[in-house]
């Protein structure tokens, strides 16, 4: 009898342990080249009824973004990118450079892991440190940071086991005032959108 028991805890053993190896990493990472456009939304510069409005450049980014899945259909996703460099123009006319570095932490939902085509969607918090701030010949400034909601949705295409396609959008709530001399003059609303296509990896 005792051999037939040993046999089944063996065999029981292994079975676990297959299924162990088989499960996927919880881990993914994801490379994109996203388009950020800019919802360019400020006040007048001038006060009500001036016509003056500051804008921000469009700009083509990569991005590389660490997931960890919690369970099958949940996720967090926190994207990074490398600090970036924009022009600011009032109406149309350059007036300066920033530089900002725009790290977002999102929560997702995957609604057909299993499925070849995954679509999810998040929401999470951006956090933005703008710095090099150099404006109207060094009488302007900007806020330092910027601390607002993101929203996401996109889908990945598997296309084996371990590697899949991406598209993705999101829009982030991003916003500071500017000053010149030490006068708030606007408060600029970037919130852009980012609209990007990548490669992922499932480890």
Not at 109 to 132: C, Q, R, W
Not at 153 to 173: E, H, P, R, T
Request: proline share 6%.
């Amino acid at each position: 009898m005792k051999k037939p028991v040993a046999a089944m805890i063996l065999a029981t053993l292994g079975m676990v342990a297959g299924n162990a190896l088989a499960e996927q990493s919880p881990w993914m990472v994801r490379v994109r080249l996203e388009r950020l456009s800019p919802a360019d939304k400020s006040d007048p510069v001038g006060g009500v009824g001036a016509s003056d409005r500051i804008s921000v450049s469009k700009k083509t980014i990569p991005d590389i973004d660490i997931s960890y899945f919690f369970t099958p259909n949940i996720s967090a996703e926190l994207v990074l990118t490398y600090p970036q460099k924009h022009d600011v123009m009032l109406d149309g006319a350059k007036i300066g450079t920033f530089k900002h570095l725009p790290p977002t932490l999102l929560a997702q939902y995957h609604f057909m892991p299993e499925a070849t085509f995954s679509p999810y969607l998040g929401v999470g918090v951006n956090y933005t440190n703008i710095h090099k701030v150099e404006l109207l010949g060094g009488a302007g400034s900007l806020e330092h940071k910027s601390v607002g909601l993101a929203l996401q949705a996109g889908a990945d295409y598997k296309i084996d086991k371990n590697w899949s396609l991406n598209f993705d959008v999101k829009k982030i709530q991003i916003r500071s005032d500017v000053f010149a001399a030490g006068t708030k003059i606007s408060n600029v609303q970037i919130d852009p959108w980012l609209v990007g296509v990548g490669v992922g990896y499932r480890f």
